[in-house]
Nanobody, 113 residues
């Protein structure tokens, strides 16, 4: 079982990034997928989640209206489109599946001018 995130980087406030998480080793279309983020010294927090069919989503209040989670079950990939980024969005972003409680390795997002 493997989750591999990509798409992080440095972006200016107000900018956009799209994170991707490629999954392998399990039946992707059967499982809810989620994005979490973590800042050093703080607990990991749930950012967004999507059900297995892709038609039900939920978001942290801090990102509602700015972030969009989606998935492509044919490509075994989940995405996080992040718009109107703020410095407080700076964190390591992790992909998660509740299949065996698997985490990706994380991708760093830094929002700074």
């Amino acid at each position: 079982v493997q989750l591999v995130e990509s798409g992080g980087g440095l972006v200016q406030p107000g900018g956009s990034l799209r994170l991707s998480c490629a999954a392998s080793g399990f039946t992707f279309s059967y499982y809810r997928m989620s994005w979490f983020r973590q800042v050093p010294g703080k607990e990991r927090e749930l950012v967004a989640t999507i059900n297995n069919g892709g038609y039900m989503t939920d978001y942290a209040d801090s990102v509602k209206g700015r972030f969009t989670i989606s998935r492509d079950n044919a490509k075994n990939t989940v995405y996080l489109q992040m718009n109107s980024l703020k410095p407080e969005d700076t964190a390591a972003y992790y992909c998660y599946t509740n299949f065996r409680g698997t985490w990706g390795q994380g991708t760093q997002v830094t929002v700074s001018s």
